[in-house]
Protein backbone atom coordinates (compact mmCIF):
# COMPACT_ATOMS: atom_id res chain seq x y z
CA UNK A 1 0.00 0.00 0.00
CA UNK A 2 1.25 3.43 -0.75
CA UNK A 3 0.82 6.10 1.96
CA UNK A 4 -2.20 7.66 0.67
CA UNK A 5 -3.84 3.99 0.82
CA UNK A 6 -2.92 3.64 4.39
CA UNK A 7 -3.96 7.36 5.75
CA UNK A 8 -7.39 7.34 3.62
CA UNK A 9 -8.27 3.90 4.99
CA UNK A 10 -9.78 5.98 8.34
CA UNK A 11 -10.43 9.03 9.83
CA UNK A 12 -8.21 8.89 12.30
CA UNK A 13 -4.99 7.04 13.18
CA UNK A 14 -4.69 5.60 16.58
CA UNK A 15 -1.25 6.30 18.37
CA UNK A 16 -0.85 3.56 20.19
CA UNK A 17 1.86 2.95 22.95
CA UNK A 18 1.59 -0.22 24.34
CA UNK A 19 2.02 -0.94 27.95
CA UNK A 20 1.15 -4.49 28.34
CA UNK A 21 1.94 -6.78 25.28
CA UNK A 22 -1.26 -9.22 26.61
CA UNK A 23 -3.78 -6.31 25.79
CA UNK A 24 -2.30 -5.48 22.25
CA UNK A 25 -3.84 -8.10 20.02
CA UNK A 26 -7.29 -7.52 21.59
CA UNK A 27 -6.73 -3.57 21.47
CA UNK A 28 -6.65 -4.19 17.97
CA UNK A 29 -9.29 -6.10 17.93
CA UNK A 30 -11.34 -3.40 19.35
CA UNK A 31 -10.42 -0.66 17.39
CA UNK A 32 -11.14 -2.46 13.63
CA UNK A 33 -14.20 -3.29 14.83
CA UNK A 34 -14.91 0.21 15.64
CA UNK A 35 -13.63 0.86 11.86
CA UNK A 36 -10.35 2.19 12.36
CA UNK A 37 -8.46 -0.02 10.33
CA UNK A 38 -4.93 1.65 10.29
CA UNK A 39 -2.90 1.04 13.24
CA UNK A 40 0.08 2.89 15.09
CA UNK A 41 1.95 1.22 17.27
CA UNK A 42 5.12 3.33 18.39
CA UNK A 43 8.24 2.62 19.46
CA UNK A 44 7.76 4.89 22.56
CA UNK A 45 7.56 1.33 25.03
CA UNK A 46 9.55 -1.73 25.20
CA UNK A 47 6.63 -3.84 23.59
CA UNK A 48 6.48 -1.65 20.55
CA UNK A 49 8.14 -4.44 17.84
CA UNK A 50 6.55 -7.30 19.38
CA UNK A 51 2.70 -5.61 19.71
CA UNK A 52 3.38 -5.33 16.03
CA UNK A 53 4.57 -9.25 15.53
CA UNK A 54 1.21 -9.77 17.20
CA UNK A 55 -1.01 -7.64 15.80
CA UNK A 56 0.26 -8.67 12.30
CA UNK A 57 -0.17 -12.26 12.99
CA UNK A 58 -3.57 -12.64 14.84
CA UNK A 59 -5.67 -9.15 13.24
CA UNK A 60 -5.84 -9.89 9.76
CA UNK A 61 -8.26 -6.94 8.84
CA UNK A 62 -5.47 -4.19 10.10
CA UNK A 63 -3.42 -1.86 8.54
CA UNK A 64 0.05 -2.24 11.06
CA UNK A 65 2.50 0.56 11.37
CA UNK A 66 5.14 1.74 13.63
CA UNK A 67 5.13 5.11 14.80
CA UNK A 68 8.08 7.12 16.56
CA UNK A 69 10.84 5.91 14.31
CA UNK A 70 13.60 7.55 14.53
CA UNK A 71 16.17 6.35 12.59
CA UNK A 72 17.32 3.56 9.91
CA UNK A 73 18.17 0.78 12.43
CA UNK A 74 14.32 1.79 13.91
CA UNK A 75 13.24 1.62 10.38
CA UNK A 76 14.97 -2.06 9.62
CA UNK A 77 13.53 -3.25 13.00
CA UNK A 78 10.07 -2.22 11.99
CA UNK A 79 10.05 -3.47 8.70
CA UNK A 80 11.41 -6.94 9.81
CA UNK A 81 8.40 -7.04 12.80
CA UNK A 82 6.25 -7.21 10.04
CA UNK A 83 4.90 -3.02 9.59
CA UNK A 84 3.55 -2.18 6.45
CA UNK A 85 4.56 1.66 7.11
CA UNK A 86 6.66 3.52 9.60
CA UNK A 87 5.81 6.96 11.11
CA UNK A 88 8.67 9.24 12.30
CA UNK A 89 8.27 12.38 14.44
CA UNK A 90 10.81 14.48 12.14
CA UNK A 91 12.73 14.24 9.37
CA UNK A 92 16.58 14.57 8.29
CA UNK A 93 18.96 13.59 5.57
CA UNK A 94 19.97 10.21 7.28
CA UNK A 95 16.58 9.46 7.44
CA UNK A 96 15.78 10.42 4.47
CA UNK A 97 18.33 7.90 2.78
CA UNK A 98 17.47 5.04 5.24
CA UNK A 99 13.95 5.80 3.76
CA UNK A 100 14.77 5.47 0.47
CA UNK A 101 16.35 2.03 1.01
CA UNK A 102 13.14 0.63 2.97
CA UNK A 103 10.86 -1.82 1.50
CA UNK A 104 7.94 -0.04 3.57
CA UNK A 105 6.13 2.88 3.01
CA UNK A 106 7.79 5.68 4.90
CA UNK A 107 5.53 8.94 6.84
CA UNK A 108 7.65 11.15 7.80
CA UNK A 109 6.83 14.02 10.65
CA UNK A 110 8.08 17.46 9.29
CA UNK A 111 6.84 21.21 11.35
CA UNK A 112 8.76 23.07 8.80
CA UNK A 113 8.62 24.26 4.74
CA UNK A 114 12.05 23.44 4.91
CA UNK A 115 11.65 19.78 6.14
CA UNK A 116 8.91 19.70 3.32
CA UNK A 117 10.97 20.39 0.80
CA UNK A 118 13.40 18.00 1.92
CA UNK A 119 11.17 15.38 1.43
CA UNK A 120 9.79 16.67 -1.71
CA UNK A 121 13.43 15.87 -2.83
CA UNK A 122 13.19 12.22 -1.81
CA UNK A 123 9.87 11.75 -3.63
CA UNK A 124 8.36 11.93 -0.78
CA UNK A 125 4.58 13.92 -1.10
CA UNK A 126 3.08 12.45 1.57
CA UNK A 127 3.69 13.83 5.49
CA UNK A 128 2.73 13.79 9.32
CA UNK A 129 2.22 17.46 10.50
CA UNK A 130 3.72 17.16 13.99
CA UNK A 131 3.64 18.32 17.25
CA UNK A 132 0.52 19.73 14.55
CA UNK A 133 -1.27 22.28 17.36
CA UNK A 134 2.32 23.38 18.48
CA UNK A 135 3.55 24.43 15.01
CA UNK A 136 0.09 26.34 14.46
CA UNK A 137 -2.28 23.71 13.33
CA UNK A 138 -4.89 24.20 10.52
CA UNK A 139 -3.29 27.74 10.47
CA UNK A 140 -0.07 26.17 8.92
CA UNK A 141 -1.93 23.68 7.26
CA UNK A 142 -3.86 26.59 4.91
CA UNK A 143 -0.56 28.45 4.85
CA UNK A 144 1.39 25.34 3.43
CA UNK A 145 -1.36 24.10 0.89
CA UNK A 146 -0.45 27.46 -1.24
CA UNK A 147 2.98 27.11 -2.35
CA UNK A 148 3.06 23.09 -1.86
CA UNK A 149 -0.76 22.10 -2.76
CA UNK A 150 0.64 18.62 -4.15
CA UNK A 151 1.73 17.15 -0.52
CA UNK A 152 -1.05 15.79 1.83
CA UNK A 153 -1.30 15.65 5.49
CA UNK A 154 -1.64 13.55 8.80
CA UNK A 155 -1.65 16.13 11.60
CA UNK A 156 -0.84 14.95 14.54
CA UNK A 157 -0.37 16.45 17.88
CA UNK A 158 -2.71 17.75 20.49
CA UNK A 159 -5.61 16.97 17.89
CA UNK A 160 -8.85 15.56 20.18
CA UNK A 161 -12.74 14.00 18.62
CA UNK A 162 -13.65 18.01 18.85
CA UNK A 163 -11.26 19.24 16.83
CA UNK A 164 -10.92 16.75 14.44
CA UNK A 165 -13.33 17.18 12.47
CA UNK A 166 -11.95 21.11 10.96
CA UNK A 167 -9.07 19.32 10.65
CA UNK A 168 -10.32 16.79 8.18
CA UNK A 169 -12.42 19.68 6.00
CA UNK A 170 -9.06 20.81 4.94
CA UNK A 171 -8.37 20.17 1.15
CA UNK A 172 -4.95 18.69 2.21
CA UNK A 173 -5.18 16.50 5.36
CA UNK A 174 -5.88 12.93 4.79
CA UNK A 175 -6.60 11.70 8.51
CA UNK A 176 -5.34 12.91 11.30
CA UNK A 177 -3.31 11.02 14.56
CA UNK A 178 -4.60 10.75 18.05
CA UNK A 179 -4.15 8.92 21.36
CA UNK A 180 -7.96 9.54 22.22
CA UNK A 181 -8.72 6.79 20.83
CA UNK A 182 -6.95 4.44 23.43
CA UNK A 183 -7.43 5.93 26.85
CA UNK A 184 -4.84 4.24 29.35
CA UNK A 185 -7.69 3.11 32.02
CA UNK A 186 -9.62 1.70 29.67
CA UNK A 187 -6.67 -0.60 28.05
CA UNK A 188 -5.41 -1.45 31.66
CA UNK A 189 -8.90 -2.13 32.74
CA UNK A 190 -9.14 -4.13 29.28
CA UNK A 191 -12.84 -2.31 28.72
CA UNK A 192 -13.01 -3.13 25.09
CA UNK A 193 -16.32 -2.21 24.56
CA UNK A 194 -15.02 1.90 25.31
CA UNK A 195 -12.79 1.74 22.56
CA UNK A 196 -14.70 0.59 19.81
CA UNK A 197 -17.19 3.26 20.55
CA UNK A 198 -14.18 5.74 20.48
CA UNK A 199 -13.25 4.10 17.06
CA UNK A 200 -16.90 4.22 15.95
CA UNK A 201 -17.24 7.79 17.03
CA UNK A 202 -13.68 8.55 15.13
CA UNK A 203 -14.72 6.59 11.69
CA UNK A 204 -17.93 8.67 11.61
CA UNK A 205 -16.05 12.16 11.53
CA UNK A 206 -15.25 11.26 7.89
CA UNK A 207 -18.88 11.61 7.03
CA UNK A 208 -19.49 14.59 9.51
Known amino acids: MNARDILSAGAVIPVMAIDDIDTAVDLAHALVEGGIPTLEITLRTEHGLEAIKRIKKEVPN ?60 YGIDTMKLFPAEVVGGKKMLKALYGPFPQVKFCPTGGIKLETA ?43 S
Do not use: H
Open 165 to 207: PDYLKLPNVLCVGGSWLTPKEAVKNKDWNTITRLAKEASALRQ
Open 62 to 121: AIVGAGTVINGEQLKAVEDAGAVFAISPGFNIRFAEAAAKSNITVIPGIATPGELMLALE
